[in-house]
């Protein structure tokens, strides 16, 4: 149910991996019962990169039923997919080639297209075709795996820019400050409707923008993308090791 963000600490050093594995692996299995299938959106970063990993080696690998796991992503840097920037190319090495996923069930963000926007409307058309649950509703994604920047970006929504205000549209073009400036990325009308969202956050220099995030001070803080991600009826997991939380209040 919506509401109340759930924090969720680790105790150990990359316990929140295997937390996360585990937890991905209960959701998948809710979704597959009800709907007969697992639509997951995956993000990049060295954060996920070590849950697909984890998903991707034994005890993990053989608990999924990957044939009835569908993969979208949450943004895409406009680069081509074996580019070492790539989103899908992170997960293509770390999760999708060790485990011989079926390129049936990876739906990727073109970012190689020459009009990103052009990009963006394929995505969500694409999201709109596969991810209907029932006629006339709209499209929502079972499971989104999302990151925190140290702006309090997340997937690719920069603060101040076009794409954060966007809520109909499912996909817009996003642009970074640094790095790979043009993206394609997830929503938030998007990434509100989804069932579940699980936010991974590790490491003590994202210490600071978590405290901003979950315990807002100021409109400031409450406008920061991270903490736009206000979900219609699903669940709002923040996954976080010990670093990351050592600024939140003890009673979380």
């Known amino acids: 149910m919506s509401g109340k963000p759930e924090i969720r ?14 937890l991905v692996q209960e ?10 299938r697992f639509s997951l959106a995956l993000s990049g970063g060295k954060t996920p990169e070590h849950l697909y990993r984890t998903m991707a080696a ?27 920037d790539s989103n899908f190319g992170l997960a293509s090495r770390t ?36 991810d209907r649950p029932q006629q006339n509703d709209s499209p929502h994604l079972d499971l989104v795996l999302l990151g925190l920047g140290q702006d309090g970006h997340t997937a690719s929504l920069f603060p101040g820019t076009n ?28 990434i509100n409707r989804a069932t579940v969202v699980l936010f991974l956050v590790t490491g003590a220099d994202k210490a600071g923008i978590v405290k901003r995030v979950l315990e807002p001070k100021t409109d400031a803080d ?31």
């Not at 105790?11 to 594995?21: F, N, S, T, V």
């Not at 959701?27 to 007969?36: D, V």
Request: charged letters at 25%; one cysteine or more.
């Open 9 to 22: 600490i680790a105790k150990a050093k990359d316990e929140w991996a295997l937390e996360a594995a585990a």
């Open 27 to 36: 959701l998948g299995k809710q979704a597959i019962g009800a709907r007969g």
């Open 58 to 84: 034994p005890p993990y690998a053989d608990r999924f039923d990957w044939a009835r796991t569908i993969f979208f992503f949450s943004d895409e840097r406009c680069v081509s997919p074996d580019h070492p």
């Open 95 to 130: 999760l999708f080639a060790p485990l011989t996923i079926s390129p049936d069930c990876i739906y990727r963000m073109r970012g190689e297209v020459a009009d990103p926007e052009t990009a963006a409307l394929d995505y969500e058309r694409q999201l709109r075709t596969i």
């Open 163 to 190: 794409a954060v205000g966007e809520r109909q549209r499912l996909v817009a073009v996003g642009q970074s400050p640094t790095g790979v400036a043009t993206r394609l990325t997830l929503t938030l009308g998007a």
């Open 222 to 252: 409450r406008q920061l993308p991270a903490a736009l991600v206000k979900l219609q009826r699903g669940r709002l997991i923040w996954l976080l090791d010990g670093p990351a939380a050592a600024l939140l209040t003890v009673n979380h």
